[in-house]
């Protein structure tokens, strides 16, 4: 390795070390709404029904997703019922899995300049979906760590590579069905480019596909049962769906951020020209993945005319194309192009993109001021969004709403209270979701104290006309109807 590309390296080690804590910050601040609550019911089931399930949430659909969230979260629950705890830990293991996938990439292909990698990690979307406590986010460490795993695969053919290939394939399908243009990618690629290699090796490849089949076989009969008489949908008329994947570089910058934030979340943040600045600049996440699936194009048309064995690159960017069009058909029939998390099986290879744009600018000035620039604004909105966030506990958006400390701290002020206690609720979050409340109290018991005085007390908004989240406990009004009323376990 020559010396420039060694330092390279020393930097994105650096970087990524100091990015990757930002998300380990105030895991107190993470949400708390409405999947998280149920999936922890249905681990808190499994760990005291000592069953395997076969199955996790159902979606908007009525398809149910795979066990695997439900899995991770009943071993957890084994050792721990500290929520805050296992935010922290989720946030974790996310940057360190984002990080090493980077790490290895940059690694085994030498187009790919390694401090742009550090772009992956100053994603804010990816600092959302790092800490909140669901299953489809998982799908982001996941992808990533597949896709490493398969060229790697690609680089130098080993069975044991695809073990670990197959391996992601089975917790991703196992997580939730977003992931099925990735997966669908790596099959297609691998029946186009290593059939030969297969046949020589027909015995293992034939053994991993079995021990992968029998290891999905539960959710993929309890798949079927939902799906069996229901007619396919048809076609979306709308072509935002069918444009959806195309927007997948908004995920490296602050585009949509609305969305958990509220429509006025940049002049709520004390600086709002500065973030409405900022946010411009962001939005070189997406023209760059835009030149990104360009140059990916040209790359792969200039070496599929070229005899030859092909270079590393050509595997990862027919990876990266064809799973981008599938999911163009996958988002334009199933109708789903109105949620950023259903980027999230595919987002690490929208990433790629960004990250070949960049690569691509052969002067290296010009390179690093854009780069730079990029990193520089992710980093200041990613500051500021945390520090608004804890400052305010959260806000009142359904997708966001107050923050699991507060919720937490709301609990601690209803204990030792007499069980006669009648508690009202007066805040949009638990009118919405109130098993986001009855699923704390069976993951933090409160006591009951007979000789505490019997009150009436109400939950609400702690300053309601700023939209902040912060909860607060008072003294319930006569007005007061029992519609409002809460249960204490």
Known sequence: MDPTRRREFVFLAIAAALCGTIPLLFPADAPWISDEPALFTEAWHVVHRMGIPSHGLSGSVGLPYGPVPVLIYSLALLITHNLVLLVFLRALFFMLAMGFAVWCLASMCPTLSPPVGVLALLSPYYWYFSRVLWDNSFLIPFSALTLVAYIAFCRAPATWKLCLVGLGMVLMLQTHLMCLPFLASIVLHFLWQYRSWA????????????????????????????????????????????????????????IGLDYFFGKNWQNSSGLPALLWLLTWVSALGLITFWIGLAEAWRFLAKNLRSPGERPVEFH??????????????????????????????????AFTL??????????????????????????????MTVGRIHQTQGNTSIHYGPTLGTQLEILRELDFQNPQTVVFNETSHYSSFPEAFSVLQILYPLHFSPSAPVRRLVI????????AGRLAVAEASPETTDKQMMRLR
């Open 460 to 467: 609400r908004y702690a300053d309601p006309q700023s939209g």
């Open 354 to 383: 960004v990250w070949l744009a960049y690569s691509e600018v052969k002067n290296r000035r010009w390179r690093w001021i854009g780069a730079g620039l990029h990193a520089a604004s992710l980093l200041a909105i990613l500051l």
């Open 199 to 254: 046949r020589k090796h027909v015995a293992q490849c034939l053994a991993i596909v079995a021990i992968g089949f029998a290891a999905c076989l539960p959710y993929l009969l309890s798949l079927a049962r939902p799906v069996a008489g229901t007619p396919l949908s048809a076609p979306s008329r709308s072509a935002t769906s069918w444009l959806f994947p195309l927007m997948g570089g908004r995920f490296f910058s602050s």
């Open 316 to 349: 990862l960017w027919s990876v990266v194309c064809l799973t981008l069009l599938l999911q163009i058909v996958m988002s334009g029939v199933a109708d789903t192009g109105n949620h950023p998390h259903y980027y999230n099986g595919t987002s690490f290879c």
